[in-house]
């Protein structure tokens, strides 16, 4: 006899699994009906034997010996919609249900390769399948690359001319234009090794790390603020980003790099620098709205990291399986949260992290720092009247619905200060230094409903905040950073049905999907360590298949994959697999360094090709995927900025530090909540590169955001280059491209010798055609007549001549774009 089992998921039916008489042979099998999803059903679940009978969702399914207090039982023969199994079509026979009772009196028996948990997945498709390095006579990229082109016909273009090498090598490496003396030595370098040598300068500058931060950054979902509504300013978030500028630049192994980043707080001998490393989980949207559950918003937080976390290192779209099994790749809800349990057992911890030159002022000046604020607070008796304050919150936390002003000011608090109540569950004498100042400074500006009536009070409050702010205005102190740490609850993790967070499923703990190696956990290594070295152990062939593929994408403008988000079988296949292989194989050969990774790459003849237009390679290849030609690539939102600051001689080079907020056009920063957020800075700092650019989610900067910057609340794999004719009216009107011109122009006429032709070389990398030449003397010829009749002599007529001549220059495709 078979028997036919339709099993229902939150009332929704996921198909049809024929088991065999047997039953336990049933239990070993999956419903792989319309999500290939496992047969889990309001608390009932099916697919797994060990939890079918020791326990589901809200209990077992099965009760050994009894088929009358079995909810399998109930529910196959309820009529109750909602409820009954199958929910429509053909019910069970009488006799089939009599077979599953039968069993059931029997005892149940669960075989033994069921009850020990899923067994390893197989799956045959590309991404899954370990590296195999393939050989490759001579240079491998131009092999693999020459032998697919012959397939189809084509030839490779020939090399690009110095000077555009010039460019693409120190836009694509450093992000910065050359300088015309750059040009010229590379152009007149007739050493052979002279390409090396020029790819080795730049690998070493320490802009390099700023450079390749931004796309790492990206995939960080780095942010200055919190977003959502508040979207409160993070004045430390800048910490973790040097931390990743100064990690490129001494090209730290990409294995220790993700190390550091996934658990960089349980590394043996932790440093300061380890911990700051984590501060990549913090980037993480974080919901300050009072009316918010916190277990919600923390929900959301974790289902994020892990998203984050499975997008940037596995390549594959984790996420789609948070309220069923993965509907196209083999993963199943279980497995993601498996994944989000790593991230569950971490907390949020607030760290001093100073950097170089802090701490010894800090030290000098901390003795009397914390007596002056002593002092004041003992004036203003804070003491007395927190204790007070603190008193009654905790009361209205064991109790609440019972003083509803109370309970407001606790949900307030408990949204805008981190881990607000288990702070103030400690004892005094038990706090940290931090958490007894972060208590007093909350209760002085938030005096609760209490003391909030005594306007007496409030007003010695506003003084004593005021005092107290200009005391720490005058003390030096310790930079700080967003990092976590083991959490000291370590919370439980279940699987919520249909991924809402308030429906519990069963408990789960960490682990990795069963489609790739197994995680090896050493006796005593903390799991979330043991699951860091198991993304980039030699067995897992995804981490270094997904990072040289985002390298690659980069220097050709799409990777060898396109779809670099997704590894899955809903994303593309590589267009030459032996050679991303083969590229994965030698990353982790020479030891994950990113900058051999890159000189490999941009030493080929592959990426020297020039990138002319071919009809001939268009017709069989309009994507270019096949590498007939190099890419023609528009530069990043923040190297546009940089570039019209930088030939502008303007820009300020200097080299990490705090983010900076530029002259922000009107109307924009009022459009966030509760008004502006935006400080602006003046001076040399608000001419930094768009790297240190405050990004502030609910209004990021115009510029930023109209040349397709990601918004910064998920990660991002790839950026998609847009035309727009805002664009355009950007880089014509934007104040920065205004001032930049007027400085290009002021700078134009202090230049020796044909000023045309400096301008060229200086934002271009070239000379003027002679066609661009007569056409940029008539311009000139014109719009001196201009100035002239508005009344402008001397050397404001000429500077606003040649301001209009570099915004000329700063509007050409050719300045935005890296050919």
């Known amino acids: 006899m078979r028997l036919a089992v339709v099993v229902l998921f939150g009332g929704v039916c996921f198909g049809q699994e024929m088991f065999t008489a047997d039953v336990a042979p049933i239990l070993k099998r999956r419903c792989v009906a319309c999500h290939g999803a496992a047969m889990q059903t309001n608390g009932l679940r099916v697919d797994d ?30 009529t109750e919609k909602g409820t009954m199994m199958p929910p429509m079509g053909a019910r069970l026979s009488a006799e089939e249900i009599g077979v599953i009772e039968k069993w059931i009196v029997a005892g149940a028996t669960v075989p033994v390769s069921t009850a020990k948990g899923p067994a390893r997945r197989v799956s045959d498709h590309w991404a899954f399948q370990p590296v195999k390095k393939p050989a490759a006579p001579g240079n491998a990229i131009d092999y693999f690359v020459r032998e697919r082109l012959k397939k189809e016909g084509l030839a490779p273009s020939l090399e690009a001319d110095r000077r555009t090498l010039a460019r693409r090598l120190k836009l694509d490496l450093l992000g910065l234009a050359p300088t015309p003396e750059e040009v010229e030595a590379f152009v007149n370098d007739a050493r052979p090794d002279a390409m090396e040598r020029l790819v080795d300068s730049l690998l070493a500058s320490p802009h390099y790390g700023e450079r390749w931060a931004r796309p790492w950054l990206d995939l960080a ?20 980003r040097q931390w990743v500028i100064d990690a490129l630049n001494s090209d730290m192994p990409f294995d220790r790099f993700t190390v550091a980043q ?106 009397k720092y914390r007596a002056d604020r002593d002092k004041l607070l003992a004036e203003y008796k804070v003491p007395e009247l927190q204790a007070r304050w603190e008193e009654k919150m905790r009361a209205a936390y064991a109790n ?61 409050f506003k003084e004593l905040r005021a005092k107290m702010a200009e005391l720490k205005k005058a003390t030096p102190f310790l930079t700080q950073a967003y990092t976590i740490g083991e959490h000291p609850e370590h919370p439980k993790t279940h699987i919520t049905i249909r991924g809402d967070y308030r429906s519990l499923g069963i408990e789960v703990k960490p682990g990795t999907p069963s489609v790739l190696p197994p995680m090896e956990v050493k006796d005593g290594e903390p799991v979330r360590l043991a699951f860091a070295r198991w993304l980039v152990a030699r067995e897992n062939p995804l981490t270094p298949r997904v990072t040289v593929n985002r390298a690659w994408q980069e220097f050709f403008g ?7 988000e997704d ?73 546009i900025r940089d570039t019209a600051l930088q030939v502008s001689g303007i820009l300020d080079q200097e080299i990490g530090g705090k983010s900076v ?126 100035l002239r009749a508005e009344g402008r002599s001397g050397d404001a007529l000429q500077a606003g001549v040649w301001s209009g001549v570099a915004r000329v220059l700063f509007n050409l495709d050719e300045f935005i774009n890296r050919e």
Not at 406 to 431: E, G, L, N
Not at 616 to 631: G, H, Y
């Open 221 to 240: 979902r780095y942010a200055d603020s919190d977003g959502y509504e508040k979207d409160n300013v993070r004045p430390h978030a800048w910490r973790y």
């Open 567 to 639: 590894f899955g079988v809903s994303g593309d296949k590589p267009s030459h697999p032996e050679l991303l292989d083969w590229l994965a194989a030698e990353f982790v050969e020479k030891g994950w360094s990113l900058k051999k990774l890159h000189r490999t790459i941009v030493l080929s003849a592959t990426y020297r090709q020039s990138s002319k237009y071919r009809p001939d390679a268009a017709e069989k290849d309009a994507d270019n995927t096949l590498l007939a030609r190099q890419s023609r690539l528009r530069l990043p939102a923040e190297l």
């Open 49 to 78: 034997g060990a939890l079918l009978v020791a326990g589901g969702y809200s209990g077992p399914a099965v009760v050994p010996g009894k088929p009358g207090e079995s909810r399998l039982i109930a529910r196959l023969k309820s």
């Open 400 to 460: 609440p619905g019972k003083d509803a002003e109370f309970d407001f000011w606790i949900t307030s608090m408990s949204a805008m200060v981190d881990h607000a109540m288990r702070m103030m569950h400690k004892p005094a004498a038990s706090r940290t230094v931090r958490e007894a100042d972060i208590l007093a400074e909350y209760f002085i500006a938030n005096p609760g409903p209490e003391f909030g009536r005594d306007k007496e009070l409030t007003a010695k």
């Open 262 to 367: 996934m658990a960089g707080d349980l590394l043996p001998g932790a440093t300061v620098e380890d911990r700051v490393a984590t501060g990549f989980h913090r980037n993480v949207l974080t919901n300050r709205e009072a009316g918010v559950d916190r277990a919600e918003a923390r929900y959301e937080q974790l289902i994020n990291r892990t998203q984050t976390m499975g997008t940037t290192w596995l390549g594959l779209t984790v996420g789609c399986a948070q309220c069923h099994d993965h509907k196209f790749d083999p993963f199943s809800q279980r497995e993601f949260y498996q994944l989000f349990a790593l991230f569950n057992e971490a907390d949020d911890v607030d760290i001093d992290a100073p950097i170089a030159g802090e701490r010894g002022p800090y030290l000098k000046a901390l003795p």
């Open 558 to 564: 799409r990777g060898i994959v396109r779809t670099s």
């Open 661 to 786: 907020m530029p002259y922000l056009p009107k109307g924009v920063g009022e459009l966030a909540y509760g008004g502006s957020k935006w400080r602006e800075t003046f001076g040399r700092e608000a001419y930094r590169r768009g790297l240190y650019i405050h990004y502030q989610r609910t209004t990021p900067y115009p510029l930023l955001v109209n040349f397709d910057a990601p918004d910064s609340n998920v990660a991002c794999s790839r950026r998609r280059a847009s035309n727009t004719p805002l664009q355009a009216l950007n880089l014509l009107n934007d104040p920065v491209f205004t001032e930049a011109a007027h400085a290009f122009g002021q700078r134009a006429l202090e230049m020796p010798g044909g000023r045309l032709d400096r301008m060229f070389l200086l934002a271009l990398g070239r000379g003027p055609s002679e066609t661009e030449r007569q056409a940029l003397a008539r311009y000139v010829d014109k719009q001196t007549d201009v």
